[in-house]
């Protein structure tokens, strides 16, 4: 059965590899995407492992080498700026580091021709039925489609819609982040710098040309906070670093007058089953371990083999998801169970944790050589 009806919510990563994979399995795709456009900040993100292969199926590995950053080496700083701890950063031929930005607009690239995007829109309500689902739009008109994916993120209103409230299904680990894209720090462009405070951290990273600040800290979870209010995601961040050191204070200045501010609280996305009926979940909005779980990598797999499941099951979409599902979890539970030592790497809670990790980044540095 071919030329059926694919909704897909969100254009990050996961919605345009799924839309790339769709059309060429005989599916018409149709991507809506509540931004008008691209987010400049974010940390640069790595593609590898099994997003490798997507991309090298998808022919577009050339297009992501070209975007890619130059960094060779994660170096830990003390408050004075002198090194105190480094790591290797593993080579470009096992994977590919870039701007996500940089990632979801080749991945768009790639889907554009054969799928309808659709900027600055919403899904409003959905209503399916045995035969298909009856979706409106903020802005749009109603339209009918066969199947909905919802890619739309770690608050995914698609999740909301079928499955309820985010609170069931998304776990706060105590740590958040905020990003912002700055020009003119004067970076290496193969070093991310990264200075450690107990329970604070400020990195730079060069990017492939505008640098990306970003800060990383531990504190209580807060299910009920806004993550569209920026004005209390810049106070929140002014006060988690208060007093830092190092280049704190003109970050802080930086992020006070930014209007591209990237903020949330790092958090595990778990389901029990991530399809109902003729909608199913993919990317963060079905598992995520966000900021340390490999998301976009896990993204672009999981689109893959959502495709792959849907080509070979045509006329039996649940039997597809359930295909998707099993094959998909086994990627993803080892990244979700690997939160806490990642963390624990990045963010110390000590000052001896500081100093322990940068002298095991040195040995291991040594070691590899």
Same mark, same amino acid.
């Given at each position: 059965?071919?030329?059926?009806?694919?909704?897909?919510?969100?254009?990050?990563?996961?919605?345009?590899?799924?839309?790339?994979?769709?059309?060429?399995?005989?599916?018409?795709?149709?991507?809506?995407?509540?931004?008008?456009?691209?987010?400049?900040?974010?940390?640069?993100?790595?593609?590898?492992?099994?997003?490798?292969?997507?991309?090298?199926?998808?022919?577009?590995?050339?297009?992501?080498?070209?975007?890619?950053?130059?960094?060779?080496?994660?170096?830990?700083?003390?408050?004075?700026?002198?090194?105190?701890?480094?790591?290797?950063?593993?080579?470009?031929?096992?994977?590919?580091?870039?701007?996500?930005?940089?990632?979801?607009?080749?991945?768009?690239?790639?889907?554009? @021709? !054969?799928?309808? %995007?659709?900027?600055?829109?919403?899904? =409003?309500?959905?209503?399916?039925? *045995?035969?298909? $689902?009856?979706?409106?739009?903020?802005?749009?008109?109603?339209?009918?489609?066969?199947?909905?994916?919802?890619?739309?993120?770690?608050?995914?209103?698609?999740?909301?819609?079928?499955?309820?409230?985010?609170?069931?299904?998304?776990?706060?680990?105590?740590?958040?982040?905020?990003?912002?894209?700055?020009?003119?720090?004067?970076?290496?462009?193969?070093?991310?710098?990264?200075?450690?405070?107990?329970?604070?951290?400020?990195?730079?990273?060069?990017?492939?040309?505008?640098?990306?600040?970003?800060?990383?800290?531990?504190?209580?979870?807060?299910?009920?906070?806004?993550?569209?209010?920026?004005?209390?995601?810049?106070?929140?961040?002014?006060?988690?670093?208060?007093?830092?050191?190092?280049?704190?204070?003109?970050?802080?200045?930086?992020?006070?007058?930014? @209007? !591209?501010?990237? %903020?949330?609280?790092?958090?595990?996305? =778990?389901?029990?089953?991530?399809? *109902?009926?003729? $909608?199913?979940?993919?990317?963060?909005?079905?598992?995520?371990?966000?900021?340390?779980?490999?998301?976009?990598?896990?993204?672009?797999?999981?689109?893959?083999?959502?495709?792959?499941?849907?080509?070979?099951?045509?006329?039996?979409?649940?039997?597809?998801?359930?295909?998707?599902?099993?094959?998909?979890?086994?990627?993803?539970?080892?990244?979700?169970?690997?939160?806490?030592?990642?963390?624990?790497?990045?963010?110390?809670?000590?000052?001896?944790?500081?100093?322990?990790?940068?002298?095991?980044?040195?040995?291991?540095?040594?070691?590899?050589?």
């Amino acid at each position: 059965m071919t030329n059926r009806t694919v909704l897909i919510s969100g254009a990050g990563v996961a919605g345009p590899t799924l839309a790339y994979w769709l059309a060429r399995h005989g599916y018409r795709p149709t991507v809506v995407e509540r931004a008008q456009g691209m987010r400049s900040s974010g940390n640069p993100i790595d593609v590898r492992g099994p997003a490798m292969a997507v991309a090298h199926r998808m022919g577009i590995v050339p297009a992501l080498q070209a975007k890619a950053t130059a960094v060779t080496e994660l170096t830990f700083l003390n408050a004075a700026g002198r090194r105190v701890g480094r790591m290797p950063m593993p080579p470009q031929t096992e994977s590919i580091e870039l701007p996500r930005m940089d990632l979801a607009t080749v991945l768009l690239d790639a889907a554009r @021709d !054969d799928a309808e %995007f659709v900027f600055g829109d919403s899904i =409003s309500t959905l209503q399916p039925d *045995a035969d298909g $689902v009856d979706v409106t739009f903020d802005h749009g008109e109603p339209r009918r489609f066969d199947l909905v994916v919802g890619a739309d993120g770690v608050h995914s209103w698609t999740r909301r819609l079928v499955f309820g409230d985010e609170s069931q299904f998304v776990e706060q680990l105590g740590l958040w982040v905020a990003t912002l894209a700055i020009d003119g720090l004067g970076l290496d462009p193969r070093q991310v710098l990264m200075y450690n405070e107990p329970g604070r951290a400020l990195s730079l990273h060069p990017g492939s040309g505008k640098p990306i600040a970003a800060f990383i800290w531990r504190s209580p979870a807060d299910p009920g906070y806004d993550y569209r209010d920026t004005a209390d995601h810049k106070r929140r961040l002014a006060e988690a670093y208060a007093g830092g050191g190092w280049r704190i204070p003109e970050m802080l200045r930086h992020a006070g007058e930014t @209007d !591209d501010l990237y %903020f949330d609280a790092v958090s595990r996305v =778990s389901l029990e089953r991530w399809s *109902a009926g003729r $909608v199913v979940l993919l990317g963060d909005a079905a598992s995520s371990v966000s900021l340390f779980g490999d998301g976009s990598t896990l993204a672009m797999a999981g689109a893959a083999t959502l495709a792959d499941a849907l080509a070979a099951h045509p006329a039996d979409h649940e039997t597809a998801f359930r295909a998707y599902e099993a094959a998909h979890r086994k990627l993803v539970e080892p990244k979700q169970n690997g939160v806490g030592q990642a963390s624990k790497l990045l963010i110390p809670s000590t000052r001896l944790g500081i100093g322990v990790r940068n002298a095991a980044s040195n040995v291991l540095a040594a070691i590899r050589r």
